[in-house]
């Protein structure tokens, strides 16, 4: 998305109101208008950029989260090629740990398992899939079981 074309597309209106304000303090000014309109017409204008200002936020906001997304899924990447080329590699004992280290929680309910993971990422978070998809299978009927730490030890 071209964020900056967005901001462009608001600049005239900025312009127009940084107009009308000078307008309106010049017919004040001028007094061609009393206080009370003047004032009037200025909250008007202000809220207007107000507005405007809010646009804005949101424009920058927007970009902000899809840099995020962006940088989220080139880590993403990244972890699944290194571990695609290692995985051959891996006694059991690796993908125990491997799997104690993506996954964060296993929920069972009637049957259906949810499997709720977390990537570790190269700047130290973690991404987690806030929507985990469940998972048909058979399973022993309980709720929700934490998996252990990755640093934990399991008999």
């Excluded at 010049?26 to 646009?55: F, S, T, W």
């Excluded at 700047?123 to 929700?144: K, Q, Y």
């Amino acid at each position: 998305m071209d964020y900056d074309a967005e901001r462009k597309t608001v600049a005239p209106a900025i312009k127009r109101l940084a107009t009308q304000q000078n307008r309106m303090t010049d017919a004040y000014e001028n007094e061609a208008i009393d206080l009370p309109r003047y004032k009037a017409e200025i909250d008007k204008v202000r809220g207007q950029r107000k507005g405007i200002d809010q646009e804005l936020g949101h424009i920058d906001q927007r970009e902000q989260q899809e840099m995020d997304s962006e940088r989220a899924l080139e880590q993403l990447e990244a972890f699944c090629t290194t571990i695609s080329h290692g995985l051959d590699d891996m006694d059991d004992d690796d993908r125990k740990l491997l799997l104690q280290l993506v996954v964060e929680r296993v929920i069972v309910v009637g049957g259906h398992v949810t499997i709720e993971t977390i990537i570790p990422m190269g700047d130290g978070g973690r991404l987690r899939n806030p929507h985990p998809e469940p998972v048909e299978g058979r399973a022993a009927p309980i709720l929700s079981t934490p998996c252990p730490q990755r640093h934990a030890h399991r008999p």
